[in-house]
């Protein structure tokens, strides 16, 4: 802490230090070190998790939260301020509560020439999607829904109505559709934040580009997933799959509050 800091006073927030590629800086600049990569011409798919230092994506109240901290929803909030989409599968927005993303003042630089928030998309085969993330989004932020051509007809109404409602015919939707739906609104930058399930569709189909990784100071055990987990009910995932390997490089490690944050690319 600084000598400026009294009892009593809020603690300061933890500050975020490069560890690599260069180690010493400790002032690290959040927006530069995440930016995408310029003049894109086609969706990058970046996600961003966290998980505990032995793997476990689920805390015990059965969400994330338990793993997060300050340092970990500052880099969540600019890499919201960054993306043009948020895409999460229907169970993390069930169980986090999701609803249109709130504007701060603090991307006002960020998001310059764009819609002040970034859009949710969900992707759901049941259609149970909180009504609030359907109708109170804004006008220039609407909610994006993916779902299959089984859905429910009653709900399918229902969303359209009030949403950006994508139908994918068959029984699932591939992330090479929600790919091409969101290169067709010119929506680039992607954020995904899982949930795990989802997030193994796409690692399946060779479409992540990014995984922005936070290793939180905490022990799970071995019955939470990881952050990538298949099994029934996920199509084309079976529950032992065989192992395939992608190369990725770390673009940096950053560490705040005993927290590390990892950016790797697709080699
Ligand atoms: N550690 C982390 O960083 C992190 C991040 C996010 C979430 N989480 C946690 O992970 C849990 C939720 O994740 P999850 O892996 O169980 O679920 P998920 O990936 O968030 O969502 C799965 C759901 O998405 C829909 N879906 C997925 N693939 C689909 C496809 N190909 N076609 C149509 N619909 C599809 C289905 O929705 P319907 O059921 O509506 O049909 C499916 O049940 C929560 O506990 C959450 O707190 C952790």
Redesign the pocket.
Known sequence: MSSTHRPGDAPEPARFRELLPAPGSTDVDLPRAYAYPPALDRPWIRA????SADGG??GPS????D?SSAPDRRVMGVLRGLCDVVL?????????GYRPVRPREVWSDLRADRPATPRIA????????HEELLTTAPEDARTIV???GDAPAERRRFVAEHADLVV?DG?????EHIVNALAERGLHRVLT?????????FVAAGLLDELCL?VSPHLLGAGP?R?V?GGP????APEHAPASSTPVRMAHLLEAGGNLFTRYLRE
């Open positions: 961003n998790m966290v998980a994506a689920i059965g969400r994330s939260r793993l999460v599968g229907a169970a993390t927005a069930r169980k986090e969900v992707v759901s085969r049941s259609l149970d999607i993916f779902t299959a994918v029984v699932s939707v591939g992330p934040e899982g949930g795990p399930h989802l997030l193994a569709e936070t997933p952050i987990t009910g996920t199509p084309g």
